[in-house]
């Protein structure tokens, strides 16, 4: 075995463990958000008017109704709930706690996720991405008289909406998104276990149809500002439950599944639902899940403050049913916790920004590492294949690369080194003398966009064949040609099992044509579990290392260093 250490270690950069502002990409402000509706964009701001308008005609014609013999008689007849005996009492103390985690964790999610949403601020319900095709966006028409990246059409958000704010800080956002979520689901399946156990249950599960007139009525007295006598300690009214149900058994299920099926791993590895519920459906619906969420919060606490602030607090956060101050005093305490988190989670991060990405790599790691090991499989057709495909990420600027594009890559050449038996470098004409391997498939970028491409190349694992890693190589390193966004060489790490995995390959085709200099010629990756900044475009040579602590930041790829992601990116 020789050892041969690939000279392009040295032109890797060490990086920062915390985000330096003045290095970070500048910001860039979007609009307010707009729904397109045919070919007009309208401000979602006009939903302010026309929602206090609304709500004053909807006021103004239930008390009108209310006046009505027929409207007096179906609200007799349903007077808003269904008393049903029931085996359950109060808000016991489990229930209490669950819903203060819910809350707290509710508005880090929501907010990781609106960060998320800014790195790629439009949604789609077709799975293209084609500009102009979004119903829903933040940002300006895609200039295109020049080329327009997926990270030039980033944009800032303020730091107290976000997390952090800045503009393309997806990686750590998503830490902070995963990991309450993951304590989310926790605490939620808690919860389930616990209402069924304690007979709870039957609070939020209506069990009779007639939960929909008993609603409705609700809702006349309620929009007519007479309120129904709040019971909650007994029961809740119809209009309660069905929403409490909605929100509980309906949307939060959604969430985590239009949520799991964004990544990658999981899409491409189930088949025809992975077709029909594509990344930019599960995006979309994604979204409006959480708008749900909003709107839900919104409402419910518009209700607990004006429906009898002390009672509903002393029945939420004390578990007792008098007219004391208990828990108005306990609820004081948990929103000044929750201030608090609001308060320091940007500061925080920007500050500990290595800290966040290790402490979200500890608490999803393991989730990732279980989904990086599925299968991913071939399901996409040449019906499928985008029209348009985002590009990105920093391109090649040497004298050396723009020789070798002068020469049409005639005098390229790969170099494979590290612990192999058989370390070579391959002309370019020998790779594409091998087996040229054809795939059809959807590349998923961290920032949210997607796009189906055939591509055309050398099987990886040919190359596995021809070089012969020795039983210590671990990983693949790939170097390009492009420096990173922030200086030194982009670089990413793989496992070596996905680079035997059939859909591996160095791409030199894109839609039966030569790959552009634009999409990573002359070779790009294609691993088709991973997210898309590991398909590691303008490759310069591959080695292969037992560990990638010693290389750049350590992280095992550029992006990985600079811009706190993961080196495991299935979802
Ligand atoms: N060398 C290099 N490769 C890169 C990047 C980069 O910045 N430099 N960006 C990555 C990212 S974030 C994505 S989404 C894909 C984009 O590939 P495309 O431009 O062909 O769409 O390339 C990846 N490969
Ligand atoms: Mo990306």
């Known amino acids: 075995m020789t050892d041969l250490t690939e000279p392009l270690e040295a032109q890797l950069a060490h990086a920062d463990d915390r985000i330096r502002l003045n290095h970070w990409i500048p910001q860039q402000w979007g609009v307010v958000p707009r729904l397109r509706i045919g070919q007009r964009w309208f401000n979602l701001m006009w939903l302010i008017p026309i929602g206090i308008t609304l709500l004053m005609l909807g006021i103004a014609t239930a008390q009108e109704l209310m006046q009505l013999s027929a409207v007096k008689s179906f609200l007799r007849r349903y007077p808003g709930q269904i008393a049903e005996p029931i085996s359950y009492s109060g808000f016991p103390l489990w229930l209490r706690l669950e819903h203060f985690f819910n809350l707290f964790l509710m508005f880090l999610i929501i907010r990781a996720g609106i960060q998320i949403l800014a790195d790629h601020p439009r949604l789609y319900w077709n799975r293209d991405c084609t500009p102009g095709t979004e119903w829903f966006r933040f940002q300006r028409d895609v200039p295109m008289h020049r080329i327009w990246t997926a990270k030039d059409d980033s944009v800032t958000l303020p730091g107290w909406l976000g997390i952090p704010g800045l503009r393309h800080s997806i990686g750590l956002a998503r830490w902070w998104h995963f990991s309450c979520a993951l304590l989310w689901v926790l605490n939620g399946a808690a919860f389930y276990a616990m209402l069924f156990v304690t007979g709870q249950w039957q609070r939020v599960v209506p069990h009779s149809l007639a939960v929909f007139p008993n609603s409705l009525s609700v809702a006349l007295e309620y929009l007519s500002l007479r309120f129904p006598a709040n019971e909650a300690w007994i029961r809740y009214n119809s209009l309660q439950q069905l929403t409490y149900f909605i929100t509980v058994f309906v949307a939060a299920p959604l969430a985590i599944i239009t949520g799991l099926m964004q990544g990658p791993a999981i899409s491409n590895s189930v088949g025809r639902v992975g077709r029909i519920l594509h990344r930019q459906a599960a995006r979309s619906i994604h979204f409006l899940v959480a708008c749900w969420f909003v709107f839900f919060i919104f409402v419910h606490v518009t209700l607990i403050f004006i429906t009898g602030l002390r009672q509903n607090l002393n029945n939420m956060f004390a578990g007792v049913n008098d007219d004391g101050y208990r828990g108005f005093i306990i609820f004081a305490i948990a929103m000044i916790i929750v201030a608090i988190t609001w308060v320091f989670a940007t500061p925080l991060t920007i500050r500990y920004a290595r800290l966040v990405q290790r402490t979200g790599r500890f608490m999803v790691g393991w989730l990732k590492g279980v989904s990086e090991r599925m299968n991913p499989s071939l399901e996409l057709t040449e019906a499928d294949i985008s029209p348009f495909f985002w590009p990105n990420g ?103 099992r996905n680079m035997r995995h059939h859909l591996t390959i160095l791409a030199y085709e894109m839609n039966g044509a030569p790959v552009s200099v634009l999409h990573g010629a002359p070779l790009r990756l294609r691993c088709e579990n991973e997210l898309g900044f590991k398909q590691v475009k303008w490759i310069e040579a591959i080695e292969f290392v037992a560990d990638f602590r010693q290389l750049g930041g350590g992280q095992g790829g550029y992006n990985e260093d600079h811009e706190f992601y993961g080196y495991r990116m299935p979802i």
């Open 394 to 496: 920093t391109m090649p600027n040497s004298a050396e690369f723009e020789a070798l594009v002068h020469d049409h890559f005639n005098n390229y050449k790969l170099r494979v080194s590290g612990l192999v038996s058989n370390p070579r470098t391959f002309s370019f004409d020998e790779l594409k003398a091998m087996p040229k391997q054809e795939q059809i498939t959807a590349h998923f970028c961290i920032q949210g966009w997607s796009g189906v491409a055939k591509w055309g190349g050398v099987p990886m694992g040919r190359i596995l064949d021809l070089v012969k890693p020795t039983a210590s190589a671990r990983y693949a390193v790939f170097y390009s040609f492009a420096e990173g966004s922030d200086g030194g060489r982009y670089y990413d790490v793989h496992e070596l």
